[in-house]
């Protein structure tokens, strides 16, 4: 692992939490759309995405952080690796919303359960995605394909 790679990793997991959030924005903005009224679907956008805060942050400490940590110590930059990893997330996350939200109930349990599985993926690939990247804007990718970078 190079010198760079932690901060990489580090910047690649807040990259997707924060993509997860934003999954959970529009999912609200979707939720309040029968409204039609830009407020009110704001309003629930914000909502979702301040409710999902924590939920990224338990789940990308306990799981995504040791998960992209050892594939990126194993050098494993297969893009299966991080939708596996999505659906570990998802799993967790579902879970997470399941005992934390306890007051939902019915469909709106479900909806959220839906959204966490969904953010879960998306997380994931945005990490591998800026994971990947290059460590110097404009260099072309590693020829070896590893995480690590140049």
Do not use: E
Not at 20 to 28: H, R, S
Not at 39 to 51: E, W
Not at 78 to 91: E, K, Q, Y
Not at 106 to 127: C, E, N, Q
């Amino acid at each position: 692992m190079t010198a760079g790679a932690p901060s990489r990793l580090f910047g690649a997991l807040v990259l997707g939490g924060l993509a997860a959030i934003a999954v959970a924005f529009v999912a609200g903005c979707v939720y309040a759309f029968s409204f039609h009224d830009i407020g009110v679907i704001l309003t629930f956008g914000g909502f979702f995405a301040v409710v999902a805060v924590p939920v990224a942050l338990v789940v990308g400490f306990t799981v995504a952080l040791p998960l992209f940590r050892y594939w990126v110590r194993s050098r494993q930059s297969s893009v299966v690796r991080p939708l596996a990893a999505g659906l570990v997330i998802s799993a967790a996350a579902a879970l997470v919303v399941r005992i934390s939200m306890s007051g939902l109930i019915g469909s709106d349990l479900r909806f959220a359960i839906v959204t966490a599985v969904i953010a879960g993926p998306v997380a994931a690939l945005t990490a591998w995605a800026v994971a990947r990247r290059p460590s110097i804007p404009g260099a072309p990718p590693s020829s070896n394909n590893r995480w690590s970078g140049p």
